[in-house]
């Protein structure tokens, strides 16, 4: 990529320190840094360190008549070709969200014309707050990218998502972001609805979007199935959703209107997605056809692959085990593969205990998807992937396949996020 000039905004939070290494590998990519740091930041990290790193002026006030001299902050929020603000504190994202300008940081956002990548560090329950999540709800509609943050112990001393990122992965989403010009928000007409517009969500309303996947609709499955047995008792696996979820609150940063069909699972919907809860492999057939047409689908669900003949009563003890009579479920990967209404890109997901790569690349050829994601669930339970925070994957394609490393979901979920916008454009 040829060398591209990137605004950062420093947020007050611990996760300030980790703005070094962000301008470092910035500059070692040959883009050029230029800082600004907010009150709450300097509490956490000083101008001259920025400074040093950057090889570059940092900013600091509003009202520093010698910088507004020398460039007004309005031609500073336009003379970048990305605004990235890291680590964007609660604070900072309620500001963005309700247009907010009392200090230099916010009045940069309001005034820029270029596009702007929000990446949220904060306390778990910060995160997960209702304000919090409408505020990242609005800045998507917006046109604001906001990253998904990582899942993971805090300085706090809790755990779950807020963490912010590493940095190599907010290079990733920086370049990605770079990758795509600036252009005005249209949509076309889909089958007499607005294009990237899922039922139920609302059309976003900026003029000026410049996210990735702006005017793309994606469609994620995530979770396991539940195929009643009786009233009480249901066959089930242990997917915990959390790759699902993920990748839609993933896909939702870039820009891109999810429609999340979500199996059984006790987690919260990712801010600007759409979720539709489903029970049965039937009922996600279902809400998939549904959910159509669409840019792409992203089928991670652990679909169930059979169902019982339910009985209407619960089934007691007869000193006999029952006998289950089993029927196959609707295969939704392939018919989706084959539908005529086909997305452009179809991935699906193998979970495998033995010869994973050779199993992904027969399911690749049998259901007739355009990826798999293979991901191996053996060992014991406190060690699986299937609900653990972090994934090893192999992305398989017609052109071959990638090992990626160990790491969170969260971040397998960015990489996942940044191919499909590849695979879009």
């Not at 517009?197 to 003029?207: D, E, I, L, Q, V």
């Not at 008792?233 to 069909?261: D, H, M, W």
């Amino acid at each position: 990529m040829s060398s591209k000039r990137v605004l950062l905004i420093v947020g007050g939070g611990i996760a300030a320190y980790k703005a070094c290494e962000l301008i470092r590998l910035l500059r070692k990519r040959g883009h050029t840094v230029r800082c600004v740091l907010t009150a709450g930041g300097a509490h956490f990290i000083t101008p001259m360190t920025l400074a040093a790193l950057s090889e570059q002026p940092v900013h600091t006030s509003l009202w520093e008549l010698k910088d507004e001299v020398e460039m007004g902050h309005i031609e500073l929020s336009r003379q970048a070709d990305l605004v990235v603000v890291c680590p964007a504190t609660a604070d900072l994202l309620a500001k963005m969200a309700a247009g907010i300008a009392d200090d230099l940081a916010t009045t940069l956002l309001l005034a820029t014309d270029k596009p702007v990548l929000a990446v949220p560090a904060m306390n778990v329950r910060m995160w997960l707050h209702a304000a919090t999540r409408r505020n990242v709800a609005t800045l998507r509609e917006d046109g604001i990218m906001v990253m998904a943050p990582d899942e993971g112990p805090m300085a706090c001393g809790e755990f779950g998502p807020g963490r912010l990122p590493e940095p190599e992965a907010i290079v990733a989403a920086v370049e990605a972001a770079l990758s795509v010009p600036p252009s005005p928000y249209v949509l076309g007409e889909v089958e007499g609805r607005d294009a990237g517009t899922a039922p139920g969500t609302r059309t976003p309303t900026s003029p000026s979007a410049n996210c990735i996947l702006v005017g793309r609709h994606i469609l994620v499955t995530a979770g396991p199935t539940h195929e009643p047995i009786d009233p009480v008792r249901y066959i089930a696996n242990r997917s915990s959703g959390k790759q699902g979820f993920a990748i839609a609150e993933a896909l939702a940063a870039l820009g891109a209107s999810v429609t999340l069909v979500a199996g059984p699972v006790a987690l919260a919907t990712p801010a600007g997605v759409t979720r539709i809860d489903v029970e049965t492999a039937r009922d996600m057939a279902a809400a998939v056809d549904a959910a159509l047409p669409a840019d792409a689908a992203i089928m991670v669900a652990a679909v169930a692959d059979w169902r019982a003949e339910a009985s209407g009563l619960k089934i007691k003890k007869s000193g006999e085990p029952p006998a289950l009579a089993l029927v196959e479920n609707p295969d939704i990967l392939a018919t989706l593969s084959h539908s005529p209404r086909r997305p452009r890109l179809v991935v699906g997901f193998a979970a495998e205990t033995n010869d994973l790569v050779a199993h992904a690349q027969a399911k690749l050829a049998r259901k007739g998807c355009d990826w798999i994601v293979a991901n191996d669930v053996s060992g014991p339970k406190e060690q699986s992937v299937m609900g653990g925070p972090d994934n090893a994957v192999h992305l398989v394609t017609a052109d071959g396949v990638e090992d990626w490393p160990r790491m969170p979901k969260a971040e397998v979920a960015q990489r996942i996020a940044a191919r499909i916008a590849e695979a879009l454009r």
